[in-house]
């Protein structure tokens, strides 16, 4: 009798350090927002901007610790991954890095990946609450190169480029985060509509060519310069589109905005709230364009804004004899 109360205590000891364990599991899968999120919100670097990612390099982003599913899943609703992952949930979850600011939200970009496709998140958190996501680059078994960028203005940039018949096109998407807690779309671009006779479309063709350095401006008929007359003198409009040569690596930029001269023969662009800065150099009948600040938000991320053009031949008119 005695040898089998031993027996009984000994299994309901057993049985005990084994449910023991399994709440010890719970508690660590299991966090309380609000209290214990710190080891959550902990598990993300403070991240440098500007930011950005190809679709070529994400797996470069997968040298953290993993976040476990159940964690992360208590602070972010697992319907962000329904794009592109469907039903599958056997994930890895790998944080990048958070962007905090102080009394407003906070960013958190995360790696994602299954066995067949890897994706770059980017979440907010508004008042300690989950309020907007956005994937900034899927990986992809097309030939179109994906590229997504940050900017310290916290501008989400998505860029697209594709090579069709030795011609270069792009799409170029600009987020931002806005007080109705989602991401509104800023500004979308793209050259789809360009034909492959027609060359690039000069959204400038209607203002008016009377100032010294109004002109067309080409580089080949895929990298182009046009200028027009402003409203005051020493100032231009311009539009410049230009396509890098490489076909393993198409890269390519595209940007309008106005032009003011700081000298006889300089010109610089600057966008407002941008820290995109451009500096025209005229000489002769040739233009030298430079790229002073960051423009990412308008190029790929692996060219720049940097070259020469030579000003186009303006055609004769001719009269008519009556």
């Known amino acids: 009798m005695r040898k089998y109360l031993v027996t009984v205590i000994i299994l309901i000891g057993v049985a005990a350090c084994k449910n023991n364990k399994s709440s010890n599991v719970d508690k660590v899968n299991k966090v309380e927002t609000g209290s214990d999120s710190s080891q959550f919100i902990n598990a993300f670097k403070e991240l440098k901007l500007p930011f950005s990612v190809t679709d070529t390099n994400m797996t470069d982003l997968a040298k ?3 976040i476990g599913y159940a964690l992360f899943t208590q602070f972010v609703p697992d319907t ?3 794009n592109p992952f469907g039903k599958s949930r056997k994930l890895s979850i790998y944080p990048i890095g958070k962007i905090g600011q102080k009394g407003k939200e906070t960013y958190f970009a995360t790696f994602v990946k299954d066995k067949n496709q890897s994706v770059v998140y980017l979440f907010v958190y508004d008042k300690k609450k ?20 940050i900017d310290k203005k916290l501008s989400v940039v998505i860029n697209k480029e594709w090579t069709l018949k030795n011609d270069i096109f792009y799409k170029r998407t600009i987020y931002a985060y806005n007080n109705a807690g989602v991401f509104t779309t800023v500004l979308t671009e793209t050259n789809e509509d360009r034909t492959e006779k027609g060359g690039v479309i000069n959204p400038l063709d209607t203002f008016p060519k009377k ?23 020493g100032e231009y409009l311009f539009f410049v589109h230009f396509e890098g040569e490489s076909k393993d690596e198409p890269c390519g930029g595209e940007l309008k905005g106005s032009l003011h001269m700081v000298s006889e023969k300089e010109a610089a662009y600057s966008g407002s709230g941008d820290p995109c800065a451009l500096s025209f150099t005229f000489k002769s009948n040739e233009v030298k364009v430079k790229e002073n600040g960051s423009c990412g938000n308008y190029r790929g991320i692996k060219c720049f804004f940097n070259d020469t053009y030579i000003k186009k031949k303006e055609p004769k008119t001719s009269v008519k004899k009556k």
């Open 130 to 149: 989950f309020t907007a996501s956005i994937p900034l680059v899927i990986s992809n078994k097309d030939d179109i190169l994906n590229t997504a960028s």
């Open 64 to 66: 953290t610790d993993t």
């Open 211 to 233: 100032y010294k350095y109004s002109g067309d401006y080409t580089k080949g008929k895929k990298n182009v310069l046009f200028i027009r007359d402003g409203k005051v003198a």
């Open 80 to 82: 962000i991954f329904n």
